[in-house]
């Protein structure tokens, strides 16, 4: 079974500056997807960036990039010009390429904006 | 098409009680998703249908749990005998067939069992 780790509970950023929120899993596919959910305080999951694991550059949405490495099994997400509406729980998710298509998600990252 | 909707946002029901939640998904999405978030975790899988056809249940999903999509449009879970550890945020979501782009999620309905 696939498994998703974020090992930051929480983390905070001034507005305006960067800020990397670390995510790894454990599989043994080799083909699958990874995404970054939003969940603001109003609680409705908004997908932020998805990568493919077959494709090697990094996806890029606006001020929302990641870093993929496949071989650590790493996927972090990289919030350039952080802004007040940044300030959620984030949620790393994994996605077999076959079979139900669920979600599995790790625990979650509070980001904190200060102004 | 206004999203993912669900009803009721908030259920507050007493132990051994039945509650029923609702959730209408985006109208040309074929799977819908049911997944069970409790505080400071992620989102678990209940279970997911594509149409009217219900083809997996989590182990979490116990006898007391049981969800339907009649004519593959909106869809129900029902909690029986409810528990105090049935309270959490259910959380539905639906997708195109291949979701390749993710799900769109509703905003979730908060059970309460007191």
């Known amino acids: 079974a696939q498994t998703v780790t974020q090992s930051q509970p929480e983390m905070s950023v001034q507005e305006a500056e960067t800020v990397t929120l670390s995510c790894t899993y454990d599989?043994?596919?080799?083909?699958?997807?990874l995404f970054w959910y939003k969940q603001p305080p109003s609680r409705q999951m908004i997908l932020v960036i998805r990568?493919?694991?077959?494709?090697?550059q990094n996806a890029t949405e606006n001020r929302f990039s990641v870093n993929f490495q496949k071989a650590a099994k790493s996927f972090s997400l990289k919030i350039s010009d952080s802004q007040l509406g940044d300030a959620a729980m984030y949620f790393c998710?994994?996605?077999?390429?076959?079979?139900?298509?669920?979600?599995?998600f790790g625990t979650g990252t509070r980001l904190t904006i200060i102004p | 098409d206004t999203g993912v909707s669900q009803n009721p946002r908030h259920k507050i029901t007493k132990r051994g009680q039945n509650v029923t939640f609702r959730c209408d998904p985006i109208?040309?999405?074929?799977?819908l998703y049911w997944y069970r978030q409790t505080l400071g975790q992620g989102p678990e899988f209940l279970t997911y249908?594509?149409?009217?056809?219900?083809?997996?249940k989590s182990r979490l999903l116990s006898d007391r749990f049981s969800a339907e999509r009649p004519k593959g449009s909106f869809s129900t879970l029902e909690i029986q005998r409810t528990e105090q550890g049935d309270s959490a945020m259910y959380l539905c979501?639906?997708?195109?067939?291949?979701?390749?782009?993710?799900?769109?999620f509703g905003s979730g309905t908060r059970l309460t069992v007191v």
């Open positions: 249908f594509q149409n009217e056809a219900q083809l997996e």
């Open positions: 998710a994994y996605r077999s390429e076959f079979g139900n298509e669920k979600l599995t």
């Open positions: 109208s040309e999405h074929n799977r």
């Open positions: 599989t043994s596919e080799s083909d699958y997807y």
């Open positions: 979501a639906s997708s195109l067939l291949r979701a390749d782009y993710g799900y769109t």
């Open positions: 990568q493919e694991a077959y494709k090697q």
